[in-house]
């Protein structure tokens, strides 16, 4: 399936390099079954909310120690969080140590492996298994996940683990933002008119 630059335009006025996103979604499209334009129409229009397809890496630069404590209170008192506000690899190296697949603190794999993508991919074993799955080393180089392709890539392969094509074929388009978002359904608003930009593209009703 083709993907045009006018598509992204549409749910993602604010990407810097549309005709890219346009080209490496093309590219990979099949390998994860996004293969109809209901599948594609749902894709783009979450994705875009969630990152306007401009890959990024989580951003840990807290300097409350109050709300550091509060995000991750299994890794944090206040009075410990002190020694680590404003130290974001400090901070990803505690906050996900021995977790997720991840090692010791001195590891450095909470930094590492933090957050990453079009949608954010966290800690060893998920950046392992989406090596296995997509044949692009993101264990051996993480930063692969913020560039277009890889960032991409990953949110392909996430969204095909997480059954959200099949969703897609029944437009349960809330029940997809209840996948990635949880209950609290955040941004449900403007997700939906991302979705109806997309469907108005491709031609559906």
Do not use: C
Not at 9 to 36: M, R, W
Not at 101 to 120: L, P, T
Not at 170 to 181: D, E
């Amino acid at each position: 399936m083709r993907v045009t630059k006018d598509l992204i335009i549409a749910v993602a006025p604010n990407n810097g390099a549309p005709q890219h996103v346009a080209d490496v979604l093309t590219e990979n499209l099949e390998q994860f079954q996004v293969n109809s334009p209901e599948r594609l129409a749902a894709f783009v229009a979450q994705m875009a909310h969630e990152s306007e397809f401009e890959p990024v890496r989580e951003n840990l630069m807290y300097t409350n120690p109050v709300r550091l404590a509060q995000i991750f209170p299994s890794s944090f008192t206040v009075v410990s969080a002190m020694r680590y506000v404003g130290k974001p690899r400090a901070i990803a190296n505690r906050a996900y140590a021995n977790r997720l697949g991840n090692g010791s603190e001195a590891s450095g794999d909470g930094w590492n492996y933090r957050g990453g993508g079009i949608i954010q991919i966290t800690g060893k074993d998920n950046y392992k298994a989406l090596s296995a799955a997509t044949g692009i080393d993101y264990i051996k180089n993480p930063d692969l996940i913020t560039q277009t392709e890889g960032g991409i890539v990953s949110g392909l392969w996430w969204w095909h683990g997480h059954g959200l094509n099949t969703l897609a074929d029944f437009k349960a388009f809330s029940r997809i933002t209840r996948v990635i978002n949880g209950p609290a359904l955040l941004g449900e608003a403007d997700r939906e008119r991302r979705w109806n930009l997309a469907r108005a593209a491709l031609g559906l009703k």
